[in-house]
T-cell receptor, first 111, second 115 residues
């Protein structure tokens, strides 16, 4: 059973701080890793994807992947109240169509 | 229209009704997905289609019947649903090149209430 685990939160950070969101996955055959943001009552919105070990930066967001530890994280720098949402980690497997989603971490950025 | 569209956005139906959800993607993708999202639960994959062929059926009850007439359109036909089927139904699309699926883009969802 392939699994993706996330701390449900809520994670509360002050405005301007760095928010760190973590995700672990169970299958070493994992190929692609995604972070989605979902506001209450809305559909998931892709923030970042990462395929290779290391860091990938896009604006205030940095995704970090460590395949040896089966760990992927998302850092949000200079957090804003508008970043308050649920963040979903997702993993797909080599050759597969199936994407496994974590249950999500709720982030709350206090103004 | 751009991205992934879904209709209707809201649907209330009785347990004996038959209704259909529609999804259309304008991204040139070849794979389309149906997901169910219930309160406080992870996204549950229901069906996957690649180039109109169903590749995944995640043990979904037969009261949910998918249809994919082409790689841009996806339907979910509903009949004799149960109250526990009330949820947000999300459609998504992605590219798939044979080595794996790329990032998925979601439609706005249909909020379904079964009475």
């Amino acid at each position: 059973q392939k699994e993706v685990e996330q701390n449900s939160g809520p994670l509360s950070v002050p405005e301007g701080a760095i928010a760190s969101l973590n995700c672990t996955y169970s299958d070493r055959g994992s190929q692609s890793f995604f972070w989605y943001r979902q506001y209450s009552g809305k559909s998931p919105e892709l923030i970042m994807f990462i395929y290779s070990n290391g860091d990938k930066e896009d604006g205030r967001f940095t995704a970090q992947l460590n395949k040896a530890s089966q760990y992927v994280s998302l850092l949000i720098r200079d957090s804003q109240p508008s970043d308050s949402a649920t963040y979903l980690c997702a993993v797909t497997y080599t050759g597969g169509f199936k994407t496994i989603f974590g249950a999500g971490t709720r982030l709350f950025v206090k103004a | 229209e751009t991205g992934v569209t879904q209709t209707p956005r809201h649907l209330v139906m009785g347990m004996t009704n038959k209704k259909s959800l529609k999804c259309e993607q304008h991204l040139g993708h070849n794979a389309m997905y149906w997901y169910k999202q219930s309160a406080k639960k992870p996204l549950e994959l229901m069906f996957v289609y690649n180039f109109k062929e169903q590749t995944e059926n995640n043990s979904v009850p037969s009261r949910f019947s998918p249809e994919c007439p082409n790689s841009s359109h996806l339907f979910l036909h509903l009949h004799t649903l149960q109250p526990e089927d009330s949820a947000l139904y999300l459609c998504a699309s992605s590219s798939h090149d044979g080595t794996g699926a790329y990032e998925q883009y979601f439609g706005p969802g249909t909020r379904l209430t079964v009475t």
